[in-house]
């Protein structure tokens, strides 16, 4: 009996461990870049865009000449990594936050739920500490599975659009405003189309043309 509730403990502490070590979010780019931004001065009317590699890699500033828009992604992030720096986010008091994050968490296997809890975090502390903000939830990105750069990121459709629906239920719930992108991307066989990517993950110019076509009345 007692070697049965050992074995049992220790399979739950060897689970929520690997949970825990799925989400490390911090390297040495996360920590540069987060660097960069703490020490940014804050300004009036900010446009913040949020989230991973997807949003890094645009030139918001070109996509949008005439707004305040500041680029907040970081490439190889997860939904904590977003949760953990918010404190920087938040103290510039933005007028818009467009977040799109959690492609990296399903690649890393980490629970739809946790991916849902951390945003719950973000969407808590920008309520809190930057009331008149307004937040946009965008949709999770489709893959392509032709490609085979990211490999962990391929295969996970099914996951990916379980997530969106949850997240637009939790947009609802917290009366933010969700922006169901992901079916503007998709080709006939119901993969990222070939026009926007080159690796089956990021976008290519024409992705993003399409991405900021998608939310410009909103910015």
């Known amino acids: 009996m007692m070697k049965v509730i050992i074995l049992f403990f220790s399979t739950l502490f060897m689970g929520v461990f690997a949970q825990e070590t799925k989400q490390i979010f911090n390297n040495y780019y996360y920590d540069q870049r987060r660097s960069f931004f703490e020490a940014m001065p804050t300004g009036k009317n900010e446009i913040i865009m949020l989230g991973n590699s997807i949003t890094n890699c645009a030139n918001w500033e070109e996509l949008f000449p ?26 510039r008091k933005p007028k818009k936050i467009f977040i799109l994050i959690g492609i990296n968490d399903i690649s890393l296997g980490i629970d739809k739920s946790v991916i849902l809890t951390n945003y719950q975090g973000i ?95 909103y910015i």
């Open 123 to 217: 969407i808590s502390k920008i309520k809190k500490s930057s009331p008149k903000t307004t937040v946009y939830i965008q949709s999770i990105l489709p893959t392509n599975d032709e490609f085979d750069t990211f490999k962990k990121h391929q295969g996970k459709m099914d996951i990916i659009k379980k997530v969106n629906i949850e997240l637009e239920k939790l947009a609802k719930d917290n009366k933010v405003v969700f922006l169901n992108i992901f079916p503007e991307f998709l080709d006939e066989k119901g993969k990222m189309s070939k026009q926007y990517t080159n690796d089956g993950l990021h976008l290519l110019g024409e992705g993003y043309l399409l991405w900021a076509s998608l939310i410009k009345k």
């Open 66 to 91: 005439d707004k305040r828009i500041k680029n907040r992604g970081i490439s190889g992030d997860i939904t904590l990594g977003v949760l953990d720096r918010m404190d920087e986010i938040v103290k």
